[in-house]
């Protein structure tokens, strides 16, 4: 790895013309967006980025292990905040480790701008040592993408690649950094870029607002199926006012955990495949679906045909591609939720006369609560989840990896706010859990955030431990140790005739592991010592800690509804 | 000019198809976009990606360097909306429009090769003057023709001369321009 960084040298013409070079003028562009803290790994095609980050004592630089980590660290920072995550790589390799984040980034429309050094214009297409062409790779999995060949351009690549990144649908971007043109002297940059000629938020059409207004005056069995779109408008407050003021049930989806106060007595809860029976029934049962923020994933709507099949659809999206994609709206609202939920609150003020459909939904939630059963000597993977929720007052920020646990957790823990339930949805990648975990403590270092891992997916990235040790992040890891690859032995288990094809995991000891990474860690294999094993776990102070916790290995993630079937083949507990 | 899609079979599925049908033709969208790095990738990935029956796409320049203009033909019965929904999401593109609905000039430009006796080379010369086709190489046993026109017009040409034998076609696929003073 051989670099050359040219210094930044005055031109001795008399007055002091303080010459930049392009990573210089990089840092500055962050800096005035707004960016303290960036998840990044350097390598050679960098190490000008890396040279102008040593002098940015206001910007955190997080060195994670891998930048699969930075990727879906930078996501977790956004998830808790609402605004842009930042990861940083070099070229070929770095870059690439970064794609499973970005993707989850794309599938969730989550804000990420993905910094990626390149090789040198002038070897660009030659194959050149580290080259990857990142921009054709991430073409499919990112919102757009910038390759700059200028360094007088970087500021407007970057200002518009934020911009691009947080407007509208968000999502992730990408603006790949040749090494020279980091390394370029500039004396001028081109200046601010135009003002986007794409328009902010747009406001609901009225005449479709009293449509919806007036569909769910008539309706008699409404719901409102609400996703991870209210979340990225902020308009939870609009949501619990309508819930409020007409008494219309609401189901949230896996993104749209969080949406509305999960405690709030019109809340049923989570639909979909793993979600309860009465949020499954009432969508089956509804005359009316006011769809927001959704995109009907198939995880939620199953066999589509079967879907909510006497409904009529109000679907609320402010991005136009997503309505009629794949189920058609009898009434489209293509505007920002926040907007439009709002104008509907305006709309119906008053309280619908839905007595009868409470008493319906009443009887499904009291008929099918979600159940397990604690006995004295295993550990149920749902007790652990419903005893943190309890712990916690559903107030920490909980961040799932992908698995059985991820919906148990779905399941058990009932957000209170918005930005407190992060897990990845539409990709559904394992390794996510901790390093977002990791993303989301750095963006809130106040907050008790638990990352709520199965021991499958922890082991995709637990060596950034270490990251959160030497930052001193208090990532609280709860692993639900189950020995296997859970949520695959439970499929090879119904639908595999128990064929269990390699599924069962040799595990390392997780709590000593985390003690050699210089964390907390300990093991429980009993249920008394559940909770004070997580009472211990929310009181560690400072730095990370690991709670191992050995769970029924045979238990299933029930109810569920299988893969492309409709309510009718749900199983249930 | 380029024709980033392989153009199938003239005059097999939708002899009678025009970018001007409406109806039950294939659609054809006008599509504004900014010439810059891989925006032919992002269109032709997108498109793609979400499995768009995509006939044909051709690029053409504009009287805006910075500019230019998309024809994405869908194939018959696709609907042009989910497609221009989407394209209307990339950051590149500037406007969709969906031109079946409006009137257009369309004009697509064809070189045939044809195969010619003695015996048919008159025949196939009174084809090309009524189609109004030029005679761009002539040789003992082929003639090329150069035939521009809206694309039925070139399917039927096509037809005609398939009898005496096509030795090879290549055809550049639509260019449109809606008619009168708005723009495209
Ligand atoms: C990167 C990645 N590889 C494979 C999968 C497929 N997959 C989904 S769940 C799962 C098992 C997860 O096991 P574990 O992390 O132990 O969690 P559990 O289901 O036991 O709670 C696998 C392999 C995936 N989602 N992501």
Redesign the pocket.
């Known amino acids: 790895m051989a670099t050359s960084a040219v210094q930044a040298t005055p031109t001795g013409s008399g007055r002091e013309v303080a010459v930049r070079i392009g990573a210089q003028v990089l840092v500055e562009t962050l800096r005035r967006l707004g960016v303290t803290a960036i998840f990044g790994h350097p390598g050679g095609a960098a190490l000008p980025i890396y040279d102008a980050l040593y002098d940015a004592r206001d910007i955190a630089h997080v060195l994670v292990r891998h930048e699969q980590v930075a990727a879906h660290a930078a996501v977790g920072y956004a998830r808790a905040t609402g605004r842009v995550g930042v990861c940083l790589a070099t070229s070929g390799p770095g870059a690439t480790n970064l794609v499973t984040g970005l993707t989850d980034a794309y599938m969730d429309s989550i804000p990420v701008v993905a910094i990626t050094a390149q090789v040198p214009t002038a070897v660009i297409g030659r194959d050149a040592f580290q080259e990857a062409d990142i921009i054709g790779l991430t073409l499919p999995i990112t919102k757009h993408s910038y390759l700059v060949r200028d360094p007088a351009d970087l500021p407007a690549a970057l200002t518009e690649a934020f911009a691009v990144a947080a407007s509208g649908r968000p999502g992730p971007v990408v603006v790949d950094v040749p090494r020279d043109v980091s390394q370029t002297p500039l004396a001028a940059t081109r200046g601010e870029p135009a003002p986007s000629r794409r328009a902010g938020p747009r406001a609901p059409h009225a005449g479709q607002i009293a449509a919806a207004a007036a569909l769910l005056r008539d309706a008699r069995r409404p719901v409102i199926y609400a996703g991870g779109g209210v979340i990225s408008a902020g308009a939870s407050v609009e949501l619990t006012r309508l819930v409020d003021q007409t008494g219309v049930p609401v189901t949230v989806t896996l993104m749209g955990k969080g949406a509305i106060d999960e405690h709030h007595p019109r809340c049923l809860g989570m639909l979909g495949m793993h979600g309860t029976v009465c949020a499954n029934y009432a969508v089956d049962a509804a005359d009316v679906v006011l769809a927001v923020g959704v995109r009907f994933d198939d995880r939620v709507t199953g066999r589509l045909r079967d879907f909510a099949p006497q409904a009529r659809f109000i679907h609320i999206d402010i991005d136009p591609a997503e309505i009629g994609k794949n189920k058609p709206a009898h009434v489209p609202i293509v505007a920002d939720a926040r907007a439009a939920l709002g104008a509907l609150a305006d709309a119906l003020p008053d309280p619908l006369p839905l007595e009868a459909w409470w008493r319906q939904l009443e009887e499904w939630q009291a008929r099918y609560p979600l159940r397990y059963r604690q006995g004295d000597d295993v550990i149920k993977p749902q007790f652990v989840c419903e005893t943190l929720a309890r712990l916690t007052g559903d107030r920490a920020v909980v961040v799932t ?5 991820q919906m148990w957790a779905a399941q058990f823990c009932r957000p209170r706010a918005p930005r407190t339930f992060i897990s990845s949805g539409g990709l ?4 996510f859990g901790f390093p977002a975990a990791l993303g989301a403590q750095v963006a809130r270092p106040d907050a008790t955030v638990v990352a709520l891992v ?4 922890f082991q ?1 990235t637990m060596q950034d431990l270490i990251t959160a040790v030497e930052w001193r992040l208090p990532v609280k890891v709860v692993v ?1 140790n ?1 020995g ?5 032995r439970q499929w090879q288990e119904f639908f595999y005739r128990q064929r269990y094809s390699h599924v069962f995991l040799r595990n390392p000891d997780f709590a000593r592991l985390a003690e050699v990474f210089g964390a907390q860690g300990r093991s429980v294999r009993r249920p008394d010592e559940v909770e004070a094993a997580l009472a211990w776990m929310l009181a560690v102070p400072d730095g990370p800690c690991v709670l191992d916790v050995h769970v029924d290995p045979q238990e299933n993630c029930l109810p569920m509804i299988p893969s492309g079937q409709s309510v009718k083949e749900m199983i249930l507990g | 000019m380029a024709s980033a899609a392989p153009t199938p079979q003239p005059g097999t599925a939708a002899a009678t198809a025009t970018a001007n049908g409406g109806g039950g033709g294939p659609r054809t969208l006008g599509v504004l976009v900014e010439m810059r790095a891989a925006v032919l990738e992002r269109v032709a990935g997108l498109l793609r990606r979400r499995g768009y029956p995509v006939r044909e796409l051709v690029l053409g320049r504009t009287e805006e360097p910075h500019l230019a203009r998309l024809f994405v033909v869908l194939e018959e019965g696709a609907s042009g909306e989910q497609v221009a929904k989407n394209l209307n999401k990339l950051v590149d593109v500037r406007r969709v429009a969906d031109l079946s609905a409006q009137p257009t000039v369309v004009r697509e430009l064809a070189l045939i090769k044809v195969d010619v006796t003695p015996g048919t080379r008159q025949e196939v010369l009174l084809a090309a003057r009524v189609f109004r086709a030029r005679v761009v190489d002539m040789g003992e046993r082929t003639l090329t023709l150069e035939v521009s026109g809206r694309p039925e017009k070139v399917d039927a040409l096509y037809r005609l001369l398939r009898r005496y034998g096509v030795r090879e076609l290549v055809r550049s696929g639509p260019l449109a321009l809606v008619r009168g003073p708005q723009s495209t």
């Open positions: 990896d992908v698995g059985q646990h559904g990648a394992m390794g199965g021991d499958g997916g995709m639900l189950n296997s690859l859970g949520m695959v």
